[in-house]
């Protein structure tokens, strides 16, 4: 092997193992039994679909005793072992089935939740291998379950639908011109819809989702695939997105996140949080000023909904009631 070439060294020790990211690892037979025994036991529990972080988080420990050691090698070693099961971006399953990534994880749920009154998330989180962040937003979308607070969720009972549906049965028979009226009207009650908490809390989840550099709110093609990704939820509110028009459409995805340069943004509670710790940070160490452009580097990692430095400065205007500073945030004026 010393007078082998470089790339014919490469390539010998290429083959000895499993290569990701330009790393070889060796897997010995007991970390194989181990991942291939720990997949069929929880599929066999009843499971339909496995997340790949959180099954490498929730069984860090015992994977890494068996070298297991990086996510994309985990990732690597499960189609390896298991060619016949179905494996998509984030997570897999035994058998390809149909449906969005929504309708898996809210049918788990489902599945999990044991007619229980009211479950915690950090509950379903134990349950469900799928990351707590992506069963709280389809929770929050889905018309079965309403959040009470706290992290805690109840299923929608039947009986408000069937007493919706007695009244209506009560209701005296409409006229001709009264069912005219209701066509009519039909339009301004979708309009209205727009506007429901659960609707915004879609458009606010699909925004934050898929538009990591924000929804630009004149561009017919990013209205499109709001859309589309709006019915592929399967949920009532999704479907309604999808029937907006454009006008409807925009004024309704302005509600769910913030308005910078034409483009709509998601932020969260827990980042503005950031920014104002950063700010009076500074200011209690002595600063007299801040600069945008330094403050939007030092929280680049902490705060990543801030994705541009306009963005930054419009949120810190907003933050600190500062109708225009140019490049920074002034103490006490």
Not at 190 to 216: K, P, T, W, Y
Not at 277 to 283: C, G, L, Q, R
């Amino acid at each position: 092997m010393n007078r082998e070439s470089d790339e014919t060294l490469r390539q010998l020790i290429a083959g000895v193992g499993r290569c990701v990211d330009g790393k070889v690892y060796i897997i010995l037979k007991d970390g194989q039994n181990y991942l291939t025994q720990l997949v069929e036991r929880l599929f066999d529990e009843g499971r339909g679909v496995i997340y790949y972080e959180t099954l490498f988080e929730r069984f860090q420990e015992e994977l890494s005793e068996r070298r297991f050691i990086a996510l994309e090698l985990l990732r690597n070693s499960l189609r390896a072992y298991f060619r016949d099961y179905a494996f998509y971006d984030e997570c897999f399953e035994q058998s390809e089935t149909s449906g969005s990534e929504p309708k898996k994880v809210l049918k788990e749920i489902e599945r999990v939740w044991n007619g229980e009154d009211e479950v915690t998330l950090e509950t379903l989180a134990t349950w469900v291998l799928a990351p707590k962040s992506k069963i709280r937003s389809y929770l929050n979308a889905s018309p079965k379950y309403a959040h009470r607070g706290e992290g805690r969720y109840v299923k929608k009972t039947a009986a408000r639908v069937e007493t919706a549906t007695v009244a209506t049965a009560n209701e005296p028979p409409k006229t001709t011109d009264a069912r005219l009226q209701n066509a009519k009207s039909f339009e301004a009650a979708e309009a209205v819809d727009a506007s429901s908490d659960a609707m915004q809390r879609l458009l606010q989840h699909i925004v934050a989702e898929r538009f990591a550099n924000g929804f630009r709110l004149n561009s017919t093609i990013e209205a499109s695939r709001l859309r589309k990704y709006a019915q592929e939820t399967g949920c009532e509110e999704g479907a309604a997105v999808a029937r907006l028009d454009d006008a409807a459409l925009r004024n309704a995805v302005r509600k769910s996140g913030v308005v910078c340069d034409d483009k709509v943004c998601v932020v969260d509670k827990a980042t503005d949080a950031t920014i104002r710790a950063e700010v009076e940070s500074a200011f209690d160490s002595g600063a007299k000023a801040i600069f945008y452009e330094s403050l939007f580097e030092r929280v680049a990692a902490s705060a990543p909904d801030y994705f541009s430095l306009e963005l930054l400065k419009d949120r810190v205007r907003s933050l600190y009631a500062v109708s225009d500073r140019k490049i920074g945030l002034r103490k006490n004026t």
